[in-house]
């Protein structure tokens, strides 16, 4: 069950400067993610939700309003947070395990036990075989993965996730889907993901925040039940009530062509 309020948006808004004049990306924004929990955030296209997430990274700072994590107001980035993007950003020339002790690299924490612990993550989720192997030699859900153990390699309590499963191939991006959620429930991690997929956005998270068009502001916020125990991303697709909830979400989305 997730627990007391981890992250917290206070009346957010962030406008840039363009070459245009002004544009506002988010406007007004007010929300809380609980500790544990896992909260998706949908929208149309240009509304605002990777801002949102550069906003609680400590990425980019609110023209108004205030950030905090663990009632601490956000002003830096934060090593709190773990960033997950949509290209997995591996290095080329690094072995699949020197890209994952990137992190602890910079940070100046690549010793031996720190070595010992990410060499055990690539053998538990399945790439203990490709740790001295490049990423080229690797499928697009396995990369992938290892970025995901990359972001896990520096113990992050809070794990952002834009759209990292968008590039791959639809079974590839299910079975992933699976692996991540297990992987980050099972680690009692917080975990915020933007997503333009309802379907993803409904089968892996406990909320689903929806973003109105540009300027973002919350439109809806629902929590969501799903009857049937021990669902996976894939059979959650298969409760009575997913429906429901795509629908609804859907209408919200107005997304008419």
């Known amino acids: 069950m997730a627990g007391e309020t981890k992250v917290r948006l206070e009346r957010v808004s962030v406008k840039y400067e ?8 988010l406007h007004d ?3 809380a993610v609980r500790d544990g929990e896992f909260v998706s ?28 994590i663990d009632d601490m107001e956000v002003k ?24 994952v002790l990137l ?31 490049y990423p080229r030699h690797l499928s697009g859900g396995m990369r992938q993965r290892a970025a995901l153990i990359r972001t896990m390699a520096v113990d992050p309590e809070i794990f952002l996730l834009d759209e990292p499963f968008s590039a791959l191939d639809y079974q590839t991006r299910l079975t992933l889907e699976g692996e991540v959620h297990q992987i980050l429930r ?25 973003l109105s068009k540009r300027p973002g502001t919350v439109k809806n916020d629902h929590s969501i ?20 909830y795509f629908n609804l979400i859907w209408e919200e989305l107005d997304v008419r062509v």
Request: charged content about 20%; some cysteine; proline content about 4%.
């Open 29 to 31: 924004i007010s929300l």
């Open 103 to 133: 992190g602890p690299e910079i940070q100046g924490k690549d010793t031996p036990e720190t070595r010992r612990r990410v060499s055990g993550l690539l053998d538990k989720y399945g790439l203990g075989a490709f740790k001295y192997h």
């Open 41 to 68: 955030i949908v929208g149309p296209s240009g509304c605002g939700k990777s801002t949102l997430l550069s906003v609680v990274a400590g990425l980019v700072k609110p023209t108004t309003g205030r950030t905090f």
């Open 225 to 244: 039940r799903l009857s049937g125990e021990k669902l996976t991303p894939f059979t959650a697709r298969e409760a009575p009530e997913f429906n429901h």
């Open 76 to 99: 830096a980035a934060s090593r709190k947070i773990g960033y997950m993007f949509q290209q997995d950003h591996l290095f080329e020339w690094r072995t699949i395990l020197n890209n």
């Open 186 to 210: 099972q680690a009692g991690k917080t975990v915020i993901l933007v997503t333009h997929d309802i379907s993803e956005a409904i089968s892996l998270s406990d909320r689903v925040i929806v």
């Open 18 to 25: 363009t070459l245009s004049g002004e544009t506002e990306a």
